[in-house]
Every structure is written in C-alpha cells, then in structure tokens.
C-alpha cells in the first residue's frame, strides 16, 4: 500500500488541508517534523481513520480526532488516495457532528464512508457504508486494523509493547496479530475426531458381537460347520423329490391317454347329433329359398320403375328451361326499343354537357382573382397590425430607458454603502484567527495535562498493585521457606527413628547416636512451587507495567514543559470571543457578496440602458416603413375590385354559382353514362338468350327419347317376373333386414352341415376307452409337496446362513477399518494437543516458530544499530506459558542476559524498533506475501544520541527495496540534516499546514 495524497477538513489541528505525497514515493527514506502538537502523528491518525474508521492509540474516538475549533455543523472528512500494485484507490470518510436545532430536537452524530477504484480494475463496485469499506480494506490490504499499526504504522509509544509486554501479553498479542486460533480449532477438531472414531470402533465390534450370538456361532469356522450340514441334508432331499417326480409324470402319462379317448368318443356323439337335427329342418331351409328369388326379380322392377320416375322429371325441368328462355328473348328486344337508350339521344346529351364545362371554366377563372383579391386585404390587415404592436413596443421601451437611468443611480448609492462596511474586514480576520489560534493552544494543552493525569492515576493504581504483588510474593516465599524446613526435620526424625545403638549411621557412619532427632510436635502446610512462581511473575510483570508507565509519564511531562507554562486563559470568554468575530466575519462575507451582485446589476443595467438607446432610432425607422407598405396595399385592393366584369357579383357569390353548375354537369354525365351502360348490358344478354334457344331444344328432345327407352325397360321387366302392375312390385320386396336374415340362416345351415362332416370324417371310427387311475396320482402329488415343502425349508436355512456369513465378514472388516482409523486419529491427536514426545501443543509450536522468527529478524536489525552490542533472544523455560519470555545479551557485560525492561530510554527505542520491523517482515510473509510499499516510524529518536540516530537511519535506508517509502515522523532538529527529503508541519492562524522540500527545494502545499 502505497498513499498518494490525503485531504483533511477540521481533523486534528488541521482545518482544510490537502497533502501530495506523491513526490516523496522515489525518494526513499522522508522525514515529517514540526513542533510539539503541531500534528505529525495526526496526518498517521488520518490514514487510518480513513481507511479503518479508527485512529492509532489512545487517539482511537471520533472526538479526540475532530477540529475543536470546527463550526459545530461542519463535518469532519478525511481522504486518501492510495495504490496497490497498478491498481489505485480513493476511500473517503466523514463525521457529521451531533445538532441540536432551535427546537431542540437533536440529530445524531452519523458517519458515512465510501471506496471506489480510480484506475487498474474496471470491474471493481464502488462500496458505501462504514463497515462495509473497512472490511473491503480489509481484503483488499489482506491487514486488519491491528495489523496495519504495526506493518505500515509504528505509532508513537506503542510499538514497544511487544518488547515490554509480560510473555502472556505477548503470546496473546501474538496470537491476535498470527490469528493462531485456527490452530487450537484444528486441535478440537482432532479431539472430536479421536473421540468418534473411538465410539465408532466401540459400535462395530458390538455389532460383530451380537451377529455371532444371534447365529449361535462361536466364530466363522463354526458356522461355515453348520453351513455343510445343511447343505448335505439338502442334496439328500432333492435326490427324493426327483424319484417322487418320476413316478407322478408316469401315472399322470397314463391317465392323460385314457381321457383323451374319451374325449373324441363325445365328439362323434355330439357331430352325429347335430345332422340328424339340421336334416329335420330341410323343409323349412327350401321356403327361405324360394322368397328369396323372388325378391330378387321385385328389386330388379322397383329399380327400372324408380329410373323412369326420374327420366320424368327431367323432362319437365327441360321444357321448363326452353320456355323461360323464349320469353326472355322477347323481353329484350321490347327493352332495345325505348327511345331513350337511341344514339340520337346521347348526341343532345354530349352537346350539353359541352356547353356547361365551358361555363363552369370562366367561372373558375374569376373565382381565382377573388381569392387573390382576399388574401391582399388579410394581407394588408396583419401588415397594419404589426404596426399598431411595434408602435406599443416602443412606448414600452422608451418607459424602460427611463427606469433603467433612476436605477443605475440607486445601484452607485448601495455600492458605497457596501464598500465603507468592508473597509474592516482584514483587521477583524486577523484578530479572529489569533483568537482561534490561541483556543485550540489552550485546547490541546488541556487534551495533554488530562492525559498525563490520567497516567499518574495509572502509575499509581500500578504501584499499588505491585505493592500488593510483592507483599503476596514474600508471604509466599516465606511460607515455602518454612515448608522446606518443616520437611527436612521430618526427613531427620524418619533417619531417627531407623538409628540402631552400635549400628553405623547411614548418613556420617558413625556409630555412636548422643542425640537423635526428635519431632517438635508443629507441622507447616506445604506452598506449590507453581503457586510460588507464578506470584514471583506478577510481581515483575507490576513492577514492567510500573516502569514503562514511568517513561510515558516523563515523555508527557517533558513535551509539556517544552511548551512553558502558557497564559492563563478563560476558556468560555475566548470561546464568545471567537464566536462573535465568526459571526462578524459571517455578515461580512454576506455583505461582500451583496456588494458583488450589486455590481454586477450595475454593470446589467447600464447594458441594457446603452441598447435600449442604441436601437430606438432603427425601430422607429421600420414602423414608418410597415406603414408605408400598408397604404400601398390597400390601393392596390381598391383598384382590384374594379376589375370584376360582372357586377353586383361578390367572390363568394361566385363560388356558390360554381358549385351549382359543377353539381349540374356531374349529373348529366353520369345519366349519359348509365344509359349507355344499359343500352350494351340488354344488348348482351338478347344475343345471349338468342343463342341458347337452340341448345335447350336439342337437351328436351334428348330428354323425352330417355323416357321413351325407360317405359318399355319396365314394361318387360314385369312381364318375365310375372308380376301384373306396379303396385305388386312393392308387395313382392322384402325389407333389408328379412332379406339378411334369410340369406344368413341358409348360409349358417350349410356350414354348420359342412363342419359337422369334416369333423366326423377326421374323428374315424369309435375307439374302446380304459379307467382313470386318480387315486395313485394324488398320492404321489401329495408325496411331491411335502418334499418341496421340506426342500424350501432347507434353502431357506441355507440361505439365511449365507447372508449371515456376508454380514458377518462385513462386520468383522468394519471392526478392523474402524480400529485402523481410531489408532491413526488417535496418534495426530496426541501429537497436535501436546501428548506426543515433544509435549507441545500445536498452536503454540506455531506461535513460537513464529515468534523466532520474529526475534530473530529483530535481533539481526538491533545488533547492526547498536554496532553488535545487543543481541535479542527467546528464554527456552520448560515451564508452559514461560516460552515467551524475552531477554538481551549484552556483549559489553560478557553476554550476560537482561531484561528487556533494564535497558535505557534509547536502547529501547531501538529495541522496539527493531522489534516492530522483524515483526512485519514476518507477518508480510504470514499474510500471503503482501507488498507493504511504505512503513511510517512516529517519534522515539529524541532518546538516542548522535551515533545511535544514524546507525537507525541506515537500517531504515537497507530496508527491502519494496518498501521504497519509509516515514520517520519526529520533532528532533539533527534530523533534518540528515534526511533531504522532507515534509514540514507548520502552524498557522487558520490551523496546520504543511509545507514539502525535496533536495532543498521547498514550495506551499
């Protein structure tokens, strides 16, 4: 990450601020300094609240950020612009302040938040909310907030808390900044994991268990024993059912050729029947016959006597046809005749009609003048228009200029009021912006007196705590001095009461005991030496927390007396003050504006005035020229309406005589052209009619020849049926149901006879019959089923013992899968929660790997800045939880170990340092291998000395080339000498600034 620019509005000191950190990105190491609370750290505040939403350190609230000096409704915003890799961002975030409205209704304090993609992700969204961007920071950094303090941001005083912190601080502050926890969640999870597998083998060696009782087996071999048996006993009842089957097929085989022979004996019986019976209905059969012929003959007369009926009426529609086609004709030639459908009639017509087209031509004519005529006076009358409203626009205009000229002298008078109230204005900002200047001084100074209060107030429950600590740890220690010497006399009285008068001692080997010892009756309870040590670490962790509140009490202490003792101000009566010149200036800003848009009115109006005057003249031209045209158009009209060369006829009377004759001579045409369409249209159909005349006399004589031929069809049809007249045709007809039934009788008669015969004939001649042996076929039927009733028992055994065996075998490969897993679960179990060889946990085996690496990158970097005479170490204890206590060799004393919190106000600063730097390369490298591109370093080089200062800043310098940017922000003057490039922070009557020097190049930003 990699910021680029940062605007700030009443945050910290600052009250509109833009910084361009741009030109700082090549320069590698820059320094930021400025006076005490002139608001270096601040800008590092700014980044983070703009990116997190909160600040660094105790600096974390809302309102410790915001501008004291702020307008109680101006909002506090912050923005950054930064980069990571090719891609860049803006992240922006403001705070409107808490109102109170005259009603009294109050408005909550809101934040708003918003994140979008400058350039490099075209498919990035921009995100809005508060908590929605800091968690998009979040992924996007791959660092949350406290992270980012201690990668990127060193803030003042805090990142020597790793180096001071009591070692189960730092092992919890390890495990928040690594997120180790996943660790302890994998230990669970092996745990749970062990345990299930447990119960899993525990249920499949209870499932083998009871399938084995529930077969009554011992184990497999037993029941593979059991299996052959059964399948002996089965084999032995297959062999009985097959002899039995025998048998039955042979008794079933002899009855079934018995009834068969007496099946065909029944058939001749029944075929021989049924002709007999068909013989006795012979007579019936040859009557059927006989009207069915006769209906034959009947159906041939009804079918020539229906054709004839037919014939007939045809002949009459034919005759009918012929005569309607002759009176047509006739009617036609009567209608040709009228007189007015001759030629001679459409002559007179044609001459008419001529006569009215030419009327109705010169009447068109002098309707056309009139028209023009018409539009010359609309003319005429819209031109005298124009000319009565140009001549109202100029009165109204001339009104105008008159205005115009008393405003303009109004205008000059406000103008010169405005400008005397202004006169003011440069003296009363400046005595408003001493006044806000010397407020926010009397500000921060009570911001830092409440602060160092608060950390004698903390020193001070510290030092009672230790106190108190120290108090339990001498108690104890003298409770476990006590044990020590209770238990070694109790050792003396056993040795004692062992001794034998002559026998050596087995301890001097003397063999003279003059005064053995003897029990003194007191016995003292024994303390637990952890309960002891763990006292003895309360104790120096106090005595840690003590001390560096001490250092922070001292640095509080010195920045205040580096600022004096400071006037005595009355807070509430600087406030007004600054109130009412605020207010002062806020009618002034109003009055320069009115003063502004004054002379702009001015400038307007005597614009308009010079116009107005510029273009009378030409508009009073143009009005004589309109009236002019006018009044030769009305003469033009006069003249006009004497042309018409039919007088006392007006334009419209014109145009009704017009329509009237047009109307007219439409008629005459369409009657000329009706009648000659009538005239062709009878001509047409006379020829037509004419010409079917022959065609329908041919079809009647066709016609009546057919019917001739039809009569004497019938005629002899009747006289070879015998049948006398037409009525005794329809007697002799039968209906169509009697004449099926009649057909189908004779036909099922004849086949039945047909069928009979055959059958007979394929039977043959009967056959001698033999009895039916029933008796021993159920018997052997009966033999039969209780063998396979028998045989299917048997199966059914087997096959229960199969499935048995399968289950069995099945189980039994479960237990031993189930006892595989449960031994392999069990042994990464026991390792992962500190029961294997090591007897370490696995989250703290990767906490403390961790942590050495961590220490170890820290103690490369200290041994370098102070010229190889630290060195940083873990203290391997076998104690758990002591694993992370942190000590300091010290070559100048033969490498002696120290506490990291005996070494000076310098040497822990550089410790720190080192200590905040090995910190974030590691966790750069635990988070993914992100690319930090810039790392700020707030204050501690005050403490160091000349050759410790540049032995610090040539390790910043040989940091990793990706962390090009690196940011040492202090108030310490030999810096500056030092670091070229620079970023200054100055104050000023409307709050902070800053101001940017590369190379001794320095320009206002």
Known sequence: MRPHSLKLQHFGPYAQHSIDLEPFHDAGLFLVHGDTGSG????????????????????????????????????????????????????ARSLEPERVSRKGTVTRARTTASLQCLSGDPQFQPVGGPKDVSREIVRLLHLPHEQFSRVIVLPQGEFRDLLLAPAERRERLLEHLFGTARYAFIEDQLRAMDASARAEFDKTDGVLRALLDGVGAADLDDLDAKTADSQQRLAETERAIADTRASLESVVAANAVAAEVERRNAQRRVHRAALDELAAQSESAALSAARLARDETASRCLERLTRLR????????????????????????????????????FEVAEAAIRTATARAAALRAMQDEAERLLGLEREAADRAAEADRMQ????????????????LAGLDAAIAAHEAALADEASLRARVDNLSARQQRALERRSREDSLRGLQRARRD????????????????????????????AQAVRLAATLVPGEACPVCGSSDHPSPRVASGSSVEAVDAEALARSAAAHSRAQREAFALQIRIEEAEAALRSEGEGEAIDEEALAREVKSGKDALAALRRRRLDLEAARRSRVGAAATADLQRVSLGPDQSALAGVRARVAAMEEDIAQRRQGFTEPGMSPSAMGAALRALEADL????????SARARREELARAAAAAEGSLPTLRAELGRAEALHEEGRSALSQAMRDGGIPDEAAIAQAVLGPAERQRLREALESRARA???????????????????????????QRSRLEALQRELGVAQSSLSAMGHQRRALV???????????????????????????????????????????????????????????????RRQERAQTGREFDLVVDDSYVGGVARPAASLSGGEVFLASLAMALGLGEVLQAWAGGIRVESLFVDEGFGALDEDTVERAIELLERLPQHARMVGVVSHVPELRKRIPARLEVLRGDQGSFTRCSLRHRGADR
Request: charged fraction near 30%; aromatic fraction near 4%; include cysteine.
């Open 310 to 345: 037919s014939l007939e009426a045809s002949l009459a529609e034919r005759r009918e046809q012929y005569e309607r086609a002759a009176s047509e004709h006739q009617r036609l030639s009567v209608a040709l005749a009228d007189p007015a459908l001759a030629p001679s009639h």
């Open 753 to 779: 006879e047909a069928a009979h015969r055959e059958a007979l004939s394929s039977l043959g001649p009967d056959e001698p019959s033999s009895p039916v042996q029933l008796g021993a076929e159920a018997e």
């Open 392 to 407: 109202s626009a100029l009165a109204a205009r001339e009104q105008a200029l008159a205005d115009a000229t008393l405003s």
């Open 666 to 673: 439409a008629g005459q045409q369409a009657s000329l052209r």
């Open 462 to 489: 510290a030092l009672a705590s230790e106190r108190d600590a120290e108090e339990g740890w001498r108690e104890l220690a003298a409770k476990h001095a006590l044990a020590e010497a209770s238990t070694r006399e």
């Open 40 to 91: 270096k750290s601040t800008l590092l505040d700014a980044m983070s609240w703009a990116l997190y939403g909160k600040g660094l350190g105790d600096r974390s609230s809302d309102e410790m950020l915001r501008n004291v000096a702020a307008p109680a409704d101006a909002p506090t915003e912050v923005t950054l612009d930064f980069s990571l890799c090719d891609r860049r961002y803006r992240v």
């Open 810 to 872: 099945s189980a039994a490969e479960a237990r031993r899968a189930a006892e595989a897993r449960s031994q392999r679960v069990r042994r990464v179990s026991e390792v992962a929660n500190g029961k294997g060889p090591s007897k370490v946990r696995l989250s703290r085996y990767v906490l403390l790997d961790l942590f050495d690496r961590v220490v170890a990158s820290a103690s490369t970097g200290l041994e370098a800045m102070s010229d190889g005479r630290f060195r940083l």
